[in-house]
């Protein structure tokens, strides 16, 4: 399991791994007390609940204060600077993942709780369902680790995971999850346990709660390559980088992959790496005075649509375009925004007047992913393309619609 969900490195086959499973499966049934709380076939066993019970954390889970300009992170390491006294000031940098943070609890090397952030200092007991992520160690590894550990986390969905998911909630006649986030909260917060195991979640460790009877280094990346020591899932690319300059580059280097990563990521994360001087700067109500996340320009953001037009392109395929209210989206203003086809509108039903989201990622053309529900407003008529358009609107031509095409294209007076 290691070899596979955390270091994506496996040393045999699939079918090995069944048939080693299968082995311990009958080993266990034959000799029950051979079965022990971490054995990887009791990743899935508990009975669902009525309600998650409440946990509160040994140690506050603090957010993250955010910076969306690189002259808000020039303000942030001024600050740590002068708070510190120091010329420079080397910090771990991170990817921000974009799920929901968990803390796990290990008491002398076992997984005995997880829980949800909550407010910060209550959660919710998850740990029937974390146990069911592959990828969260069931017991640590190694030597030196600490009586009581508590770690964190984001759990998350990869972009793989969650199309997967929505393929199957579609195929099923259900609803679809907006985002890969939501679609991990909600898998997380399952009821039964039985329904997160079929959920291809995942968990990167990013930082530490309590700790006691035991030692760390003395340094946040060296916190973390001991962690991944003992076989916690840790992000490989964590870089300590010198002053602003190291932090904006990093920014930069991310800005540009982040479409090519397997997961969502909303921003890279600067954390002072010193523990020492983590410490010394301290933090101010909910948020580290060390740390900061430099968010990317949202790719995603409501919009009004003013009308639904049509552009006609060289294939004569004549595709509707969402006229909007001018929106900042993605690092750009969007005022258009294809609906790509007939199936589309009706599937999402887009309207003039709606309220939308729009989505603009990397280069992809922005496009209206939904409608944001308003109770009780009166709408305006549903959309047709053929109605609105029986002719091409550039040369006059009939248009037409094959039967098995979703698209209406020009005839370009051919019939
Ligand atoms: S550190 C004391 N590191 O972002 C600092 N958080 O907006 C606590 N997140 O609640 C958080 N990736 O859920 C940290 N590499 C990362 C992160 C990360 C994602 C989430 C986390 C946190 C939220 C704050």
């Not at 955390?6 to 007390?33: K, M, N």
């Not at 590894?141 to 969650?162: M, T």
């Not at 998911?165 to 999850?177: P, S, T, V, Y």
């Not at 939308?356 to 393309?385: F, L, Q, T």
Request: with cysteine; net charge negative.
């Amino acid at each position: 399991n290691y070899r596979y969900y955390v270091l994506d490195a496996p040393l045999i086959s699939d079918a090995e791994y069944d048939a080693l499973l299968r082995e311990l499966q009958d080993l266990e049934e034959t000799y029950p007390p051979l079965t022990t709380p971490d054995s990887p076939t009791q990743r899935v066993g508990a009975e669902p609940v009525k309600a998650f019970g409440e946990v509160r954390h040994e140690l506050r889970m603090l957010s993250l204060d955010n910076a969306f300009s690189d002259d808000e992170l020039a303000d942030f390491d001024r600050r740590v600077q002068a708070a510190l006294g120091s010329a420079q000031v080397d910090y771990a940098a991170e990817p921000k993942l974009d799920g929901l943070a968990v803390s796990l609890l290990y008491e002398s090397g076992v997984l005995v709780r997880a829980a949800t952030r909550g407010d910060g200092s209550t959660g919710e007991d998850v740990t029937q369902n974390v146990r069911t992520i592959a990828s969260v160690p069931l017991k640590l590894e190694g030597s030196g680790v600490p009586d009581i550990l508590e770690v964190r986390g984001e759990v998350y969905l990869s972009h793989a995971g969650f199309h997967e998911l929505n393929r199957q909630a579609g195929a099923q006649g259900q609803k679809l999850f907006v985002n890969p986030r939501n679609a991990a909260a909600g898998s997380l917060r399952q009821l039964d346990p039985a329904i997160t195991a079929r959920r291809p979640l995942d968990m990167y460790c990013y930082g530490v709660g309590k700790v006691t009877g035991g030692k760390l280094p003395v340094t946040h990346s060296e916190v973390m390559a001991q962690l991944a020591g003992w076989r916690l899932r840790v992000y490989d690319d964590i870089r300590v980088v010198q002053g602003y300059s190291g932090c904006r580059a990093y920014y930069r280097h991310y800005e540009k992959i982040r479409d090519d990563l397997p997961f969502e990521i909303d921003g890279v994360v600067f954390k002072v790496d010193r523990l020492d001087l983590q410490d010394e700067l301290g933090h101010v109500s909910r948020a580290p005075r060390w740390a900061i996340a430099r968010k990317f320009p949202a790719q995603e953001c409501a919009t009004r649509v003013l009308g639904i037009d049509v552009q006609v392109g060289r294939t004569g395929a004549l595709t509707p375009v969402a006229r909007l209210e001018p929106v900042f989206v993605g690092g750009v203003t969007v005022t258009n925004a294809t609906l790509h086809n007939q199936d589309e509108i009706d599937r999402k039903d887009v309207r003039m007047g709606d309220t939308v989201i729009v989505r603009r990622a990397g280069d992809v053309i922005p496009e209206v992913v939904r409608v944001v529900p308003k109770k009780g407003r009166r709408r305006g008529p549903a959309y047709n393309i053929l109605a609105t358009h029986p002719v091409c609107p550039v040369c006059g031509s009939r248009v037409h619609q094959a039967a098995d095409e979703a698209v209406v294209r020009c005839s370009g007076g051919l019939f």
